[in-house]
């Protein structure tokens, strides 16, 4: 039962490189979110999708773009990686129904950039 | 604008005593809240929720208290074992509208053997 599962792991950029972190779940889950996860401060809400085609932004945006083309997928990209987007990144998903409201998380993608 | 607030970074416990974690939110469209675990390198798992139409939900050990009036949850852990020792988050979410779930900053949870 694989879950939500990000890749990579973890990962160093250099400044102004792109990436894309990659994330995909298998519960047919409608909504999906990213986080990312600075000492001290919490999960701060990046961007989220309540399904295929449907994207919005959540507390942090700025610098990151997502896109959701299937219901599995929902990949985070940065665009000219900076040092203030060294964080641990997390995918969620869930299906919000009136009885199970909670999301679940993959392990995480830690990035540097340095 | 922290809408959900943890305002205890940390909290030591002997084993077998209760461990009682506080949050606090702001906003009344919040009806749906939810306490997450954390270990170190490994993303944050589902502990229990509670709806807003109750002020009490127990799972097991774990028990979590809403007080609406005073925009107040707790999570009670009893009794405490060291391997309950990780970080607490707790989440809110409107049932209706954004979906987002909007987090605090957590606590960390030592329980001491």
């Known amino acids: 039962n694989a879950g939500v599962t990000q890749t990579p792991k973890f990962r160093i950029l250099k400044i102004g490189q792109s990436m894309t972190l990659q994330c995909t779940q298998d519960m047919n889950h409608n909504y999906m979110y990213w986080y990312r996860q600075d000492p001290g401060m919490g999960l701060k809400l990046i961007y989220y999708s309540v399904g295929a085609g449907i994207t919005d932004k959540g507390e942090v945006p700025n610098g990151y773009n997502v896109s959701r083309s299937t219901t599995e997928d929902f990949p985070l990209r940065l665009e000219l990686a900076a040092p203030s987007q060294t964080s641990v990144y997390f995918c969620?998903?869930?299906?919000?129904?009136?009885?199970?409201?909670?999301?679940?998380f993959g392990q995480g993608t830690r990035l540097t950039v340095v | 604008d922290q809408q959900v607030k943890q305002n205890s970074p940390s909290l030591s416990v002997q084993e077998g005593r209760i461990s009682i974690l506080n949050c606090d939110y702001t906003n009344s469209m919040f009806d749906y809240f939810l306490w997450y675990k954390k270990y170190p390198a490994e993303g944050p798992t589902f502990l229990i929720s509670?709806?807003?139409?109750?002020d009490k939900n127990e799972d097991g050990r774990f028990t979590v208290f809403l007080n609406k009036s005073a925009k107040h949850l707790s999570l009670h852990i009893v009794p405490s074992q060291p391997g309950d020792s990780a970080v607490y988050f707790c989440a809110a979410t409107p049932t209706s509208g954004t979906y987002k779930y909007i987090f605090g900053t957590g606590t960390r949870l030592k329980v001491l053997a």
């Open positions: 969620a998903s869930s299906t919000r129904t009136v009885w199970n409201t909670e999301a679940f």
């Open positions: 509670i709806s807003s139409i109750k």
